[in-house]
């Protein structure tokens, strides 16, 4: 594919997107509408799209409208690239502008329109991180970077670094975290590494691996990953500390891969349903990594931050109250329950902190640490609750 050819599958995917469809979806489906397309090709157009959605708000300032064509307009302003050598309308590329799309477009606002956040989420954006707001909303129209998380349980950074360079795969360690590994290049062939499959390393953010490193473990402990997903903390905390690990997820299904991933990262992870965790309660920590915004990781999932609405994040901060309530009957006395989102909201970090203390008499925050966007990693919040050791 030319690189025009590629802009108008770009344009097309977008329209898609900007429909409802949601973006991996449409990625998906092009890619299996469009078997010419090699694996360079595919992971062109998917860039092209991240890139937009990252700055959608900007870009439609720019490119003077909400379609895929205005979008990719836009980008060609902001990137100082000609629009006539890609709107050529020869072969797959986009058909030449028009007269009134030369005319379209301004260069956005100061403030939100400029940093790519939303008009009604900018006050608590700005409020809750004041003089980093700038810096965050800047840092989440940028591409993330790809960290890897180093099973200490197996082996060390260093010789998890010599084994990935030797399958063309550059890293080098992030300040994050003492298991976490930044990648420099070949990113795309770590799932085919022998490191990779035989469980040296995992994919994580470094943010997430930072988390879990300050939990409070000494080994012995019975953990439950009260909102488990995927597995990736479940993973990073069995391989911390030698302890009895459990988890569970509201949607069980997200966790069908983890018996898996435990194998090969050499753990044993108990998967519990509700009958479960009422027979295995208490246990001495509960990590609930509860369901957010999103907002420290909207490089990843830049989609989030314009289907968010103030009705969902009223939804998202109850559920989240929800999940402190019911986790703290799980914990034992002198147990720690350790709150995460990875939102960058006062209303779902230290406000719902504040909130439970409130409600919990016998609890006190123990621990409490915000990671904004950046160096490198996604933002993210944690808390730890500890129970009064006498109470039932």
């Not at 429909?19 to 397309?37: K, N, V, Y």
């Not at 879990?212 to 990953?225: F, H, I, Q, S």
């Not at 904004?372 to 500890?386: E, N, R, Y």
Request: proline share 5%; with cysteine.
């Amino acid at each position: 594919m030319t690189p025009a050819a590629r802009m108008q599958a770009a344009i097309e995917i977008l329209d898609a997107n900007l429909a409802g469809t949601p973006a991996e979806q449409a990625l998906t489906g092009w890619a299996r509408r469009s078997r010419f397309a090699g694996s360079k090709d595919r992971a062109a157009v998917r860039d092209h799209v991240f890139d937009v959605l990252r700055c959608r708000r900007s870009l439609a300032a720019l490119g003077g409208g909400e379609t895929g064509r205005a979008l990719i307009l836009g980008a060609c302003r902001r990137d100082g690239v000609d629009p006539d050598t890609l709107f050529s309308g020869q072969g797959y590329a986009p058909a030449p502008l028009t007269e009134e799309e030369r005319a379209a477009g301004k260069p956005p606002a100061e403030g939100p329109e400029v940093l790519d956040i939303p008009d009604w989420l900018w006050t608590a954006f700005r409020d809750s991180l004041g003089a980093a707001a700038e810096t965050c909303a800047r840092a989440l129209q940028h591409r993330a970077p790809v960290f890897l998380r180093v099973n200490l349980a197996r082996t060390d950074r260093d010789a998890a670094a010599a084994a990935l360079a030797a399958e063309g795969v550059g890293t080098q360690p992030a300040a994050s975290a003492d298991t976490a590994l930044e990648v420099l290049a070949g990113a795309r062939r770590i799932r085919n590494c022998a490191a990779y499959r035989d469980g040296l390393v995992e994919l994580q953010d470094a943010a997430s691996q930072a988390l879990v490193e300050a939990l409070p473990l000494a080994g012995g402990e019975r953990v439950l990953d009260y909102c488990a997903g995927g597995g990736g903390k479940t993973l990073a905390i069995g391989a911390r500390a030698k302890v009895t690990l459990f988890a569970h997820d509201a949607a069980p299904q997200r966790m069908r891969d983890l018996p898996d991933r435990a194998g090969r990262a050499g753990l044993a992870v108990d998967l519990l349903d509700a009958d479960g965790i009422a027979r295995e309660a208490p246990f001495d920590l509960v990590l609930g990594d509860v369901p957010c915004s999103g907002s420290g990781a909207w490089r990843r999932a830049p989609e989030g931050k314009w289907r968010l609405t103030p009705d969902m994040l009223d939804d998202l901060a109850a559920t989240q109250a929800e999940i402190l309530d019911r986790a703290a009957d799980l914990v034992a006395p002198g147990g720690v329950l350790a709150y995460a989102t990875c939102s960058l909201l006062a209303r779902e970090n230290g406000d719902q902190i504040a909130g439970f203390l409130d409600r919990h008499p016998g609890w006190r925050c123990t621990w409490q640490h915000s990671w904004p966007v950046a160096d490198g990693h996604d933002g993210f919040f944690s808390a730890h609750l500890t129970r009064a050791a006498d109470r039932a």
